[in-house]
């Protein structure tokens, strides 16, 4: 008998963490190896199932920071630590970490795009010799809204780093969207780098063009894509986009790929 | 090797088969038709060989035998995930060369895509034979399976053609042969509509450039108020096979249920809609684009040997609001070449 591609296993929540009112990460225990940037289908028997991000990984455990926006996620928002959760996975390509060691590394990221992004911008503070530089810039709504504060403030250590809101002014964080801190960065002292940008459609179609208005060649930009998916595997069709599957070659994409995925 | 046999005896053949088959065909059922007073030809078990609709073209595919319009993946119960079953017995498809080609598509998406197999559709698919229906003469007023290449096919274990009082039968598959050894032997293989009256113009799709200029082309523009979205085309075809998983409860207390798929239509308004509300391609138009293409050209640019759509017409036939496949391919195709050639003269130039 062949595997059940679609068959989940289920898995302890370790701690529940609370990161805005209505975004929590939720440490689960696994021995899955995940790649940054990838994802799992998690699920609930009776209730449904919803892609979702691995926000960081360690040692038999993976963390998923989750909005809770509908019929699934509300009812996960409902488990308490020791509770099971189902998962598939991990599924998808990962960002090119290998392609990003011993250089300067750029990343924009907005919202709950800096959930995928979390893992990799941590294994670099983790490991600060294996990149030559690393610029954050990371903008959230408003204050209720910022994710990761522990994490942030480590960043400010070893990263250079932009924190940014919409609009409110408080301390330690800029006024604005990202794209209008893009050209604080100092593109032309890099050898050689990588710009990688994540968050909503309309936030990563401006970032990169305010970075290409910045001088980057498209080929070092990359950009991680969310669509609707029902299974994560290349069969039910609905992340498909021309003859790319988001779920198979993505999410993650070359901008030079990116920019040919039309809707 | 052929056969002469007659319907009385086909049926005694068929009850003995049914020992170890499901035997499958397309089926008459009486005013539930696309439109009132005519009737729905669908396929569905038979049991005897009359049932068998042999000489009009089935309104659905039979698609449905072994990728079911809702399907139990796994039950619940407390805390646990069951597998759903199926029954033993395998299966036969009295089937046209159009569909017989189809399902290849349906095996390259649930069996390759992505290097994984899909276990539900394996587990029904490695359980079909098929029995190949000869089609009339240049097929039905709607087919264009000559244009798609998918008029022929090999892939069949016994060939059919209906005569008035017997049936013509073509042994391909040696499990079969026994069954018919007393019958009269007589020189029969099927026949293959080698042209039909609808035909269909491919266009070559060879760059992103173009492909871009016909996201812009104004003809999609004209389906927004045509196509009312309800996704009967993909309902019906053949090759279509995306579906949306659902998970629904059966009692009041919620504590017994089931994960099940539904077959689901990149021509439904809420096929790409995410959490948020956010969605892509939100007007008819620009579905029935994205419908199109995969069809006629970005499936084969992905898996290499063929198009998708296999020209069974079946979309033309079912669509309320009188569109047709053909005529949009077609269509695209002099769009195409009104592109290429406005490149080409401003090259010149
Ligand atoms: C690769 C990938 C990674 C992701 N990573 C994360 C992550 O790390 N964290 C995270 O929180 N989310 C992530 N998401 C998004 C997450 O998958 C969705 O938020 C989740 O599927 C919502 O499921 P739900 O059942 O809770 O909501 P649903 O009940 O399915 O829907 C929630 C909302 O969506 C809208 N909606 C859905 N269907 C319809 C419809 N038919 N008509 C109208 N409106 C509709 C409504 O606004 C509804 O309130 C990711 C998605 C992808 C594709
Ligand atoms: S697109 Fe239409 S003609 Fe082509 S296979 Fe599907 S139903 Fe048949
Ligand atoms: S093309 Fe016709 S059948 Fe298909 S969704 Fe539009 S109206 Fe319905
Ligand atoms: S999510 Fe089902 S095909 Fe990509």
Redesign the interface.
């Given at each position: 008998m062949s595997v059940n591609i679609m068959l989940p296993t289920p898995h302890k929540i370790i701690d529940i963490i609370r990161e805005t009112g209505n975004e929590y990460t939720f440490r689960i225990e696994t021995n899955a190896k995940v790649k940054h940037g990838q994802f799992f289908q998690v699920s609930l028997p009776k209730v449904g199932e919803a892609p979702i991000s691995v926000s960081a990984m360690g040692d038999g455990w993976v963390e998923l920071t989750i909005r809770k926006v509908g019929k699934v996620t509300n009812e996960i928002f409902n488990l308490k630590p020791g509770d099971k959760i189902f998962m598939r996975g991990p599924y998808g390509n990962s960002f090119p970490v290998d392609d990003f060691k011993g250089k300067d590394l750029v990343v924009i990221a907005g919202g709950t795009g800096v959930s995928p992004v979390r893992s990799l911008l941590k294994y670099f503070y983790e490991h600060p010799a294996e990149i030559h530089s690393l610029h954050l810039i990371a903008g959230f709504k408003d204050e209720k809204s910022i994710l990761f504060k522990e994490d942030l403030s480590n960043f400010r250590k070893r990263f250079n780093t932009i924190y940014t809101l919409d609009k409110d002014k408080i301390e330690g964080f800029e006024v604005g969207f990202v794209t209008e801190h893009i050209k604080k960065i100092p593109f032309d002292s890099f050898e050689n780098y990588n710009v990688v940008i994540v968050g909503p459609p309309v936030m990563m179609h401006f970032a990169a063009l305010e970075c290409l208005k910045n001088g980057v060649p498209e080929g070092k930009i990359w950009l991680s894509f969310e669509r609707k998916m029902s299974c994560g595997v290349g069969k039910c069709g609905h992340c498909k986009i021309n003859e790319t599957y988001v779920c198979l070659e993505g999410p993650v994409f070359n901008y030079t790929k990116a920019k040919n995925l039309l809707d | 090797m052929g056969y002469c046999v007659s319907i009385k005896r086909m049926n005694e053949i068929l009850k003995e088969l049914q020992k170890e088959y499901k035997i499958y065909a397309p089926v008459r059922f009486e005013k539930r038709g696309r439109y009132s007073d005519t009737d729905l030809i669908r396929y569905a078990e038979i049991n005897s060989i009359e049932d068998v609709v042999y000489d009009e073209k089935s309104d659905f595919s039979p698609k449905e035998v072994i990728y079911p319009i809702t399907q139990a993946?796994?039950y619940?119960t407390e805390?646990?995930?069951m597998?759903s079953k199926i029954d033993d017995k395998k299966i036969l498809i009295f089937a046209r060369p159009c569909d017989i080609n189809g399902f290849r598509r349906l095996d390259t998406?649930?069996l390759k895509?992505?290097g994984?197999?899909?276990?539900?559709y394996?587990r029904l698919r490695e359980k079909v034979k098929f029995i190949l229906m000869e089609c009339k003469e240049g097929g039905w007023d709607s087919c264009f399976c000559v244009s798609m290449g998918s008029n022929k096919t090999d892939d069949y274990s016994l060939a059919v053609r209906f005569e008035d009082d017997n049936i013509l039968v073509e042994i391909k598959d040696d499990e079969f042969t026994n069954l018919f050894g007393d019958e009269r032997e007589v020189e029969f293989t099927p026949e293959f509509v080698t042209s039909n009256p609808t035909k269909v113009n491919i266009p070559e799709i060879d760059s992103?450039e173009l492909?871009?200029k016909i996201?812009d082309l104004d003809m999609w523009k004209s389906y927004n108020s045509r196509c009312i979205s309800c996704g009967a085309c993909t309902a019906v075809c053949i090759t279509c096979?995306?579906?949306?998983?659902?998970?629904?409860?059966y009692t009041e207390n919620?504590k017994?249920?089931e994960?099940r798929?539904v077959h689901?239509s990149?021509m439904h308004e809420d096929?790409?809609?995410?959490?948020?509300g956010?969605?892509?391609?939100k007007t008819a138009g620009?579905r029935m684009r994205f419908r199109t293409?995969?069809k006629i050209y970005?499936?084969k640019?992905?898996f290499k040997d063929e198009h998708m759509c296999v020209g069974c017409g079946r979309c033309d036939e079912r669509c309320p609001e009188l569109i047709s496949f053909a005529a949009t391919i077609n269509r695209l195709y002099d769009e195409v070449k009104k592109l290429k050639k406005a490149e080409t003269t401003k090259d010149i130039k």
């Open positions: - | 993946l796994f619940f805390y646990e995930y597998e998406i649930f895509n992505g994984t197999e899909d276990i539900y394996k992103y492909l871009k996201y096979s995306c579906f949306t998983t659902l998970d629904v409860t919620g017994v249920g994960r798929r689901a990149c096929f790409t809609i995410m959490a948020g956010l969605s892509f391609r620009e293409l995969h970005d499936y640019l992905r």
